[in-house]
């Protein structure tokens, strides 16, 4: 898929992803490469936690901003975290959509993927134009507040004095900008990973019901030209077979999702939920005329963005599976013999059963659950205020 590999390429420009077919000295300076880029953001999501702890002279305000940049790259940590460890699991998926039985077969699955694939795409290129322009007006906010020597683009605690000097002052500027771009580059990047392979998942499971109806469109075909009963026994056996091979093959590709991105999302959920109200906060107690203002606002849009486009997408994914067995009954499946109508009824019964995608017990993404987001928020904002 272009769109994977163009998600894998800019992972690698990032640091986060070594190409595939780099050995020797190439990976050995890809890793020093990509282990730097990891410890630049660690330190500053740890400069910035060990800020919080300096209680003295500091107004509520200051502390929620804060707070909430901390939140924001935590986040941003476990994606890559998730991202390094699961590296050869993503790639098996990435790969698999090209493999048998995903491989498309005919113009019409063809056509039946492209209406998903052009969702995905307009993922790729909207959201990252919203997400560069967020994290721009984010950064220019921060730097509008800079007051050399003294004030930083953003609140951290450092080993040494960078008022002494101006050089001290401004490589530690330049350093926090480096980090905030990097993590938002990454974040960006991660945040479309989720969201396309969910996508594709719902064009397969649509081919899915469209070879449903190939296959007892055939087999009505073949009972037509009076073909023998041993030909056409063999020929639904073998077909049916290839399906419920087919249904198998996705169930076990939205379980390897679900592994894989299970800790990214409860992590994801939860700040996300607290994100919303402390920025909720710290709006209401800011003039709109201000840069701060248009800084925290923007902030607030890419967590609504950021948490949506997953809900949304795996609602989808969802419903995409519900509707296999009203493509099975809208199909001619009575013109089955009594053995491959008993499969029917025994694939009916497990479509049946909604395939979600979730973290725990507890966490489901879903439009649903973003509601429920959207209110617990609004609980919070209410008892800060």
């Not at 007006?137 to 450092?158: E, N």
């Not at 992590?267 to 909720?280: E, M, N, R």
């Not at 609602?315 to 499969?343: A, H, M």
Request: glycine letters at 4%; aromatic letters at 14%; charged letters at 15%.
């Amino acid at each position: 898929m272009e769109a994977f590999r163009l998600h894998l390429f800019f992972l690698s420009i990032l640091g986060v992803w070594k190409p595939q077919g780099w050995h020797g000295i190439k990976a050995f300076l890809y890793s020093i490469y990509g282990s730097t880029v990891v410890i630049f953001n660690h330190i500053f999501i740890l400069s910035g936690i060990l800020n919080l702890t300096k209680f003295k002279h500091v107004s509520l305000d200051v502390f929620i901003d804060n707070f909430s940049q901390m939140l924001a790259l935590i986040v941003v940590r476990q994606r890559i975290i998730c991202v390094i460890e699961n590296r050869n699991s993503i790639s098996q998926i990435i790969e698999s959509t090209d493999k048998y039985p995903f491989k498309l077969r005919d113009r019409q699955e063809k056509l039946i993927f492209s209406k998903f694939s052009k969702l995905a795409k307009n993922i790729l290129i909207y959201y990252p134009i919203v997400h560069m322009c967020i994290i721009l007006v984010h950064t220019v906010g921060h730097i509008s507040v800079m007051d050399p020597p003294y004030a930083l683009p953003f609140q951290g605690w450092f080993p040494y004095n960078y008022t002494r000097k101006t050089k001290i002052y401004w490589a530690t500027a330049t350093y926090q900008l480096y980090a905030i771009f990097s993590e938002g580059s990454i974040d960006l990047i991660l945040d479309l990973l989720l969201p396309c392979i969910l996508c594709y998942m719902c064009g397969h499971i649509h081919i899915l019901r469209h070879r449903f109806g190939v296959m007892t469109e055939k087999l009505q075909i073949m009972s037509e030209n009076n073909e023998p009963r041993e030909k056409i026994d063999s020929a639904e056996r073998k077909m049916t077979a290839e399906w419920v091979e087919y249904h198998i093959d996705i169930l076990r590709l939205v379980e390897l999702v679900k592994k894989i991105f299970e800790r990214m999302i409860f992590v994801q959920y939860t700040v996300s939920s607290l994100l919303l109200c402390t920025l909720a906060y710290l709006l209401s107690h800011t003039k709109c005329t201000t840069m701060t203002f248009a800084a925290n606002f923007s902030f607030f849009m890419a967590m609504f963005i950021q948490i949506l486009l997953p809900c949304y997408c795996a609602d989808k994914l969802t419903f995409e599976f519900l509707d296999i067995s009203t493509g099975i009954y809208n199909s001619n499946w009575y013109q089955l013999s009594n053995n491959i109508r008993r499969s029917v009824v025994v694939i009916l019964r497990n479509t049946y059963q909604p395939v979600t995608i979730t973290s725990g017990f507890f966490i489901i993404l879903s439009l649903e659950s973003f509601t429920k987001i959207i209110k617990l928020a609004y609980t919070i904002y209410n008892l800060l205020e």
